[in-house]
């Protein structure tokens, strides 16, 4: 209730985009601090101190679960054939990739797709309403938040057990990913005048750029499978 209200208060018409640039930039700078003085810290250390195979068979492990969830939604957009490519992934990558950690999968040319519930909605329909910048997780849209749920509920290593592993794993996953990012986090502080701006418009149109790619393979599936019958 309190971040309703805190959005509702900084809510602004100048962009029809971002009715709620007020509340995001404030949302923004926050984690932005937050990131400079823990994250990235962190991930600095792990990047140097890890040496880059094992980043490499982490990042796969993490994927190849993830594959699993993709796999589901590109089946719930009607993209049959892309869903059973992604299964064969964790299918080979798990069996002869050592539970993951190898991604033989993209050298036998099966190439990763990643897929959310957010984009799932978004392939049948679903607008994407304003943006929103979350704490601690960034950026999103209205119809994006509401798909976060089910992409969490969708995740396997959620449900690994005992529970401490399972967080130690989901801390490891996430300084990784922070990892990979750096170089790209270094490089938009040097060219963004609007750091703000630059992350928002990248991410609507990477999205709705996500979204457009997915509807028109689903058509052309559909279309495909009528001209079959």
């Known amino acids: 209730m309190v971040l309703v209200g805190a959005i509702g208060g900084?809510?602004?018409p100048g962009n029809p985009n971002d009715p709620l640039e007020g509340y995001n930039r404030t949302m923004f700078s926050v984690n932005d601090n937050?990131?400079?003085?823990?994250?990235?810290?962190?991930?600095?250390?792990?990047?140097?101190?890890?040496?880059?195979?094992?980043?490499?068979?982490?990042?796969?492990?993490?994927?190849?679960?993830?594959?699993?969830?993709?796999?589901?939604?590109?089946?719930?957009?009607?993209?049959?054939?892309?869903?059973?490519?992604?299964?064969m992934r964790v299918a080979i990558n798990t069996t002869f990739g050592l539970g993951g950690v190898l991604d033989i999968a993209t050298e036998a040319r099966l190439p990763k797709q990643k897929s959310d519930f957010g984009q799932t909605l978004g392939v049948w329909g679903v607008g994407s309403g304003p943006y929103i910048v979350l704490p601690l997780l960034g950026s999103s849209t209205l119809r994006d938040v509401a798909g976060t749920p089910?992409?969490?509920?969708?995740?396997?290593?959620?449900y690994k057990r005992p529970v401490d592993v399972r967080n130690i794993g989901t801390v490891v996953q996430m300084v990784d990913r922070r990892a990979q990012l750096l170089d790209a986090g270094n490089l938009l502080n040097d060219i963004a005048l609007d750091k703000y701006v630059f992350m928002r418009d990248a991410y609507l149109q990477s999205r709705q750029s996500q979204i457009d790619a997915a509807k028109e393979k689903s058509i052309n599936l559909h279309s495909k499978n009528s001209h079959i019958d």
């Open 10 to 12: 900084c809510a602004s």
């Open 34 to 87: 937050i990131d400079t003085y823990a994250f990235k810290p962190v991930a600095e250390g792990y990047k140097t101190i890890t040496p880059s195979f094992v980043q490499t068979g982490v990042g796969n492990f993490f994927g190849n679960l993830g594959d699993l969830w993709s796999a589901t939604n590109e089946l719930l957009q009607g993209r049959g054939e892309v869903g059973v490519s992604s299964l």
């Open 150 to 158: 089910f992409d969490w509920y969708g995740d396997p290593w959620s």
